[in-house]
């Protein structure tokens, strides 16, 4: 006899994973429904999420958080498997790749702020070149370059400094309650 149903054991990681995801989603939700002041020029609030648990957990969670935003977001804003789902998948596995290597930087020199602002760089480097390749495969897509540098860069800076500001204000809590214990 078969079981009727299917009973998947899920780790207190798994929980984790879905909570970070679900804020990370919520934000990603929240951002797409304020309008853009130039095509294509967004915030990346959920970024912020990303590099949070990049910091406070470590890399393997970040990109599962990262990846599930990408696809539950375009599932729920109805662009899954568009152009617009190619352009966050392909910047959203750029910054990833950055953030991996970015991990490997002296930590002393390079924290949320800066790996947040060269996973800005690369998440708009990605979405450039799919849409150099595929989508307007024409060599004016270079004059967009300075535009959405500058807007990664700024973008990435503010984001940065509010996942630093989080990282700091959870060490300083986790302090204060270790010496009340």
């Excluded at 990603?28 to 957990?57: D, M, Q, W």
């Excluded at 729920?76 to 991996?100: D, E, K, R, V, W």
């Excluded at 002393?108 to 790996?115: D, I, K, P, T």
Aim: some cysteine; proline content about 5%.
């Amino acid at each position: 006899m078969t079981p009727s149903t299917i009973d998947i054991t899920t780790t207190a990681d798994d929980h984790r994973i879905a909570r970070l995801a679900a804020l990370a989603i919520g934000l990603h939700l929240a951002e797409a429904i304020v309008p853009s002041p130039l095509p294509g020029v967004k915030p990346g609030i959920a970024n912020i999420v990303t590099l949070y648990v990049l910091h406070r957990f470590d890399f393997a969670t970040a990109a599962w958080v990262s990846l599930l935003r990408v696809v539950a977001g375009s599932l729920l804003l109805g662009n899954f498997l568009s152009p617009t789902f190619a352009l966050s998948l392909s910047g959203a596995l750029a910054s990833l790749a950055m953030l991996a290597a970015a991990r490997h930087l002296p930590q002393r020199w390079f924290g949320a702020v800066s790996h947040s602002m060269l996973a800005a760089c690369a998440h708009i480097a990605g979405q450039l070149l799919v849409v150099r390749l595929w989508l307007i495969p024409h060599a004016g897509v270079a004059y967009l370059v300075p535009i959405f540098a500058a807007a990664a860069l700024l973008f990435g800076t503010l984001n940065g400094l509010i996942a630093a500001k989080l990282l700091a204000v959870e060490t300083t809590d986790g302090d204060d309650e270790k010496r009340n214990n």
